[in-house]
């Protein structure tokens, strides 16, 4: 997705009828369940407006965007976030690389994510990190701009993957970055990688409460040839319990299905996560 794909007024009228769909599903749920478009990255980067109008007719009330919208234009950002009013759609997120965070980046990060009606930018990538040190440097960077988005009423956050995990010099580098940043900056735990680096998600989540506004329902196996492929709810992660801590004590807002690897097609498998949540969640 580092082209910008032109949205029509014609393509925009032809969404518009699905807009229906989201605001129900909004309303009726206290913590409702988003899709981050990762999972559909590779029909996003051909058609955007399809791919999107798509999950909208799904029923996912909310998406994320992940990191190429940083090259987008604030022109473009504005035909994008109509194309989700259309839709009745909401983006509460963004996934960002660590130049949203730096001083030259940070006020384009917080131009889109205003005009997409963002509150969390997030960075899913951070710079090269060697030692706790380093993780030291991206927690400021993390505090730097928390004080930068505050006047925007945005915050950032901080999305795990497998390394945070792994002790480094002694100390799990997301115990670091939870430590050295302000209550201002959330957590976005990726409870798949945090499985497959054999931690407790449950216990993470309970030992830092109030920082979880967004939760990846990310699964995993540890079964051979599954991994990362298997649905939402087909995994080892411990759902109920998640759920339990996360609205209880861990702060949540919403959720956000994300889906890595695959056996079936991108759109069939983020509808086939959606089902399964619903299921487990009526």
Aim: one cysteine or more.
């Amino acid at each position: 997705m580092t082209t910008q794909p032109q949205i029509s007024r014609r393509s925009f009228l032809a969404a518009s009828a699905a807009a229906p769909f989201a605001p129900r599903l909004w309303a009726a749920d206290r913590y409702p369940v988003g899709l981050e478009l990762y999972s559909v990255r590779g029909m996003l980067q051909k058609d955007l407006k399809g791919t999107v109008t798509a999950v909208a007719k799904m029923g996912y009330p909310i998406v994320e965007f992940y990191s190429p919208y940083y090259s987008w234009t604030p022109d473009y950002a504005k035909e994008v976030r109509k194309l989700l009013d259309d839709l009745g759609l909401r983006c509460l997120s963004t996934h960002n690389g660590a130049v949203s965070f730096t001083a030259d980046g940070v006020q384009k990060a917080i131009e889109l994510n205003g005009i997409l009606g963002s509150r969390y930018i997030v960075m899913a990538s951070p710079p090269r990190v060697e030692n706790r040190d380093g993780w030291k440097k991206v927690a400021e960077m993390l505090n730097q701009a928390a004080e930068k988005m505050a006047s925007a009423k945005m915050r950032p956050g901080y999305h795990n993957h497998q390394q945070e995990f792994r002790p480094v010099e002694g100390v799990r580098p997301i115990e670091i970055i939870a430590r050295e940043t302000s209550k201002a900056v959330i957590l976005q735990l990726d409870v798949g990688t945090c499985l497959e680096v054999k931690q407790d998600p449950v216990d993470w989540i309970r030992k830092n409460p109030g920082r979880f506004a967004c939760i990846h329902l990310k699964d995993y196996s540890p079964e051979p040839d599954k991994g990362y492929r298997v649905l939402f709810g087909e995994g080892a992660a411990p759902w109920k319990q998640i759920f339990q801590a996360a609205e209880s004590v861990g702060g949540v807002e919403y959720y956000m299905i994300e889906q890595e690897g695959y056996s079936l097609p991108e759109l069939e498998t983020a509808q086939r996560c959606l089902e399964n949540y619903r299921r487990m969640r009526a």
